[in-house]
């Protein structure tokens, strides 16, 4: 009020006879110093700049009663230092309560509104790095899913039906890629039916005939009712 009857010549007449402009700038000064420092007070005191604290109700209202009371008493200082001083500043006590007020709800809201923030940015961090985790987790179960050994395998069996027969290294890649794609695929799905389950191990069969030719043998026998059956994949 004292800086917008500053520019009103009959406000600053009537409200505050007498008031300069030094008088005011020492006002918006104070003010400015108060609320540093009871910023400051409060910070200290009930940590509302450490999200991983948690602030009560009983601690707001603690805070604000304090702030308001400290800000009392620097409003006191100020005249103190007026009266003794002769520092420049304006003789209205009648509105240092309600700007008391004003300062303690105005420091107490902007310390919870900081808390809030940095609480809400602990949370996103905290998102952040389960998210990381959770691709490390898939890239894990990506890098055992992707068995090196039997890769390694694979690609001699390979190198070997390049050379010998051209037409069953052709068929060997294709039964390798399902299998490759199957595995990869695995972990997207909580179950897969019996069939796709039986195609992926035909496919992984294929590869194995390959390699060890008529040393292994297999005899599956599945009625087709049970090729809609649900499992879990591998």
């Known amino acids: ?48 700049n450490q999200a991983s604290i948690k602030i009560t109700a009983a601690k707001i209202l603690l805070s604000f009663i304090l702030t308001w009371i400290l800000s009392n008493l620097l409003g006191q200082v100020f005249v103190f230092l007026h009266r003794t001083f002769d520092i420049p500043a304006i003789d209205a006590m009648v509105l240092h309560p309600l700007r008391d007020f004003i300062m303690a709800c105005l420091v107490t809201s902007s310390c919870c509104i ?35 050994h039997m890769l390694f395998n694979s690609l ?31 972990n997207e799905s909580q179950s897969v039916s019996l069939r796709e389950e039986m195609e992926f191990a035909s496919a992984y069969i294929f590869l194995l005939k390959m390699r060890f030719e008529n040393n292994l043998q297999f005899d599956i026998q599945i009625a087709k009712s049970f090729e809609d059956y649900r499992l879990p994949p591998m």
């Not at 009857?5 to 700038?25: I, N």
């Not at 809400?120 to 899913?145: D, F, H, M, S, T």
């Not at 069996?157 to 039964?175: C, G, H, P, W």
């Open 1 to 48: 009020p004292e800086s917008v009857s500053l520019f009103d010549r009959f406000e600053s007449h009537s409200l505050f006879p007498g008031m300069k402009f030094m008088d005011v700038a020492n006002e918006i000064l104070f003010t400015f110093v108060s609320l540093l420092i009871l910023f400051a007070i409060n910070t200290r005191l009930f940590h509302f």
């Open 114 to 148: 900081i808390y809030l923030v940095r609480r809400q940015q602990l949370v996103l961090i905290e998102n952040e790095q389960l998210q990381a985790e959770n691709i490390r987790n898939q890239y894990e179960v990506l890098k055992n899913q992707l068995n090196p």
């Open 156 to 186: 001699n069996t390979l190198r070997s039906l390049v050379r010998e027969n051209q037409d069953k290294a052709q068929d060997y890649i294709q039964e390798l890629s399902r299998v490759l794609r199957y595995t990869l695929q695995s």
